[in-house]
């Protein structure tokens, strides 16, 4: 009876750290589907800054050419 005692405690000690791992597992899964939700959220945050960074870009680009301040310093950068 005796022998039994020290087995059933290493089968304790096992039990413990075979769930210890399994929750270590679990919590690292937990772990990346949340980055991998933030990842998400962060490449359509950068995918609509893209778009309104072209709009704005074209907006510019409509304005310098309409306006008559950047033709004349273009005009006198071509003259040099």
């Not at 059933?8 to 939700?37: G, H, W």
């Amino acid at each position: 009876i005796n022998f039994h005692v020290p087995g059933d405690i290493e089968n304790q000690v096992e039990l413990e750290e075979k769930t210890r791992l399994i929750n270590q597992v679990l919590e690292l899964q937990n772990t990346l589907e949340d980055l991998s939700a933030r990842v998400d959220a962060v490449k359509e945050e950068n995918l609509k800054l893209k778009s309104e960074n072209q709009v704005l870009g074209q907006y510019i680009e409509n304005l310098m050419s309409a306006s008559s301040v950047f033709q004349t310093t273009d005009s006198k950068s071509k003259r040099k």
